[in-house]
């Protein structure tokens, strides 16, 4: 893996709790410290189901891109906001069916980076990964970064799994979105999931987030989440919880919400 800026990272701050971390603990990983647990717990003794969204959310991204690969050869992906390495990620489900697939990972958080050199090589000789360290309100130097792996005249799968919440205005999310897709080729897909306001614990759980010292996150309703899919073709079964995405086991209720969009 490569990236352009060699960034390094901020000293680490075990006492003060890192939404990266916390996503990693209640999805069953080890790179987290105490902080990180106990304000994880905080939210999960609110919202129980938290655990299980983290863990479906990435069920949720394993059957979308092995769909983008497999179904629609899609052979390029733009994952941003990607998060802490944890297992099957992006890059290693689309080249198990792929091995010529070609997949950028974005994100702003240095943790993240230091993390993405070691572990997020590519899983194949035939394919290309590549990290660009950019916060997703600069969708200008993302397009322009990821062009230098991608061809962005053939189709890309454009990815943002559960972090959009991080800014609160829906029209500038819009506006992200939008500038992203726009500088795709037709027939590229976007993939979006987040946390929604479907249930009134899932509220309590964001506003213990908050108390325990996390950044806040807005939750949204699955109709707002919609809008960022105008001028797009539904992928079928369209707005769904994230679990009753082409499921391959009996899926449980939970306050996510996720689509696909292919790009006319």
């Not at 949720?60 to 944890?86: K, S």
């Not at 500088?183 to 325990?212: M, N, Q, Y």
Request: with cysteine; net charge negative; aromatic share 6%.
């Amino acid at each position: 893996m490569a990236d352009r800026d060699a960034v390094e990272p901020a000293a680490v701050n075990a006492e003060v709790p890192h939404a990266a971390r916390i996503w990693n603990y209640w999805m069953g990983g080890k790179d987290n410290y105490e902080s990180d647990r106990a304000a994880g717990d905080a939210v999960a003794e609110a919202y129980p189901q938290i655990v299980t969204m983290a863990r479906q959310s990435r069920q949720f991204l394993i059957r979308v891109v092995r769909y983008l690969a497999a179904e629609c050869g899609i052979r390029q992906f733009v994952d941003i906001g990607t998060g802490l390495p944890t297992m099957q990620n992006t890059h290693e489900v689309a080249q198990a069916v792929a091995p010529e697939a070609r997949i950028v990972y974005v994100d702003n958080d240095p943790l993240v980076l230091a993390h993405a050199r070691a572990l997020l090589a590519s899983a194949t000789e035939e394919g290309a990964t590549t990290y660009v360290h950019a916060d997703y309100h600069d969708p200008g130097r993302i397009i322009e970064e990821a062009g230098e792996l991608l061809d962005l005249r053939e189709p890309v799968a454009v990815m943002f799994m559960g972090v959009l919440g991080y800014e609160p205005d829906l029209a500038v999310v819009r506006a992200i979105v939008g500038r992203v897709m726009d500088a795709t080729a037709p027939g590229s897909h976007l993939v979006l999931w987040d946390g929604t306001d479907t249930g009134a614990e899932v509220a309590e759980g964001a506003e213990k987030l908050v108390e325990s010292g996390g950044v806040p996150y807005i939750l949204r309703s699955p109709e707002q989440l919609g809008r960022c899919f105008e001028g797009l073709e539904p992928v079928d079964p369209g707005m769904v919880p994230i679990t009753e995405w082409r499921p391959d086991r009996t899926p449980v209720r939970i306050d996510a919400y996720g689509a696909v969009g292919r790009k006319p």
